[in-house]
């Protein structure tokens, strides 16, 4: 006796697996493009630069930045300890010579945060241009929440840390699922 059917039974696990294929191809396709590859700004003449956490690798060329291209003023956002939700100390919170540094703690302590302080300030000073500086990996997601906030026209340039393999395979991850939550956020 012959059985119909049969056939299409053995199908099955390999459209489930094309298509769960399928979709990883294209995750790692967007990574590759907005986490890896991400649209950087050319540098120009700013009222203000936003130096993104964690500011220890970053405040260096924040600084060389601000002084460079005319900013009157240069925010930090200054780390957490994530135990305890104290502010750990900074020596770059200090005044230097041709602008102001402005340390700040967001509330939420997110990227959301930032961009609510960073649109905050903006809007108090009367800001047409600033700049955001942040990582690599970042910086799409970091333009996504300062667009939806900030009035003045946001730039966003990156840094030049050196990730291994290990970094950038967590960095899809993290930023895989922190875009889901902005786009779900942001709905």
Known sequence: ??????????????????????????????????????????????????????????????????????????????????KTGEVYEKDFCDKQAGYEVICLNPDPYTTQGEAEELAAYAEEQGWDTVAVLTGTPHISRARLWTERYVRADVVMWETDEVMSLTGWAYAFVYQSGAWAKAIVIGA
């Not at 039974?9 to 294929?21: A, F, N, S």
């Not at 500011?55 to 003023?73: K, P, Q, T, V």
Request: aromatic letters at 10%; a neutral charge; proline letters at 5%.
């Open 1 to 82: 006796m012959y059985r119909q059917g049969g056939r299409g039974k053995r199908r099955w696990p390999l459209i489930v697996g094309g298509t769960v294929l399928l979709l990883i191809v294209i995750w790692l396709g967007l990574c590759w493009r907005y986490v890896a590859h991400p649209t950087v700004d050319p540098f120009q003449s700013i009222d203000a630069i936003y130096v993104l956490g964690p500011a220890e690798g970053r405040i260096d060329l924040g600084r060389e930045l601000a002084a460079e291209y005319g900013a009157e003023s240069l925010l930090v956002t200054v780390s957490v300890n994530e």
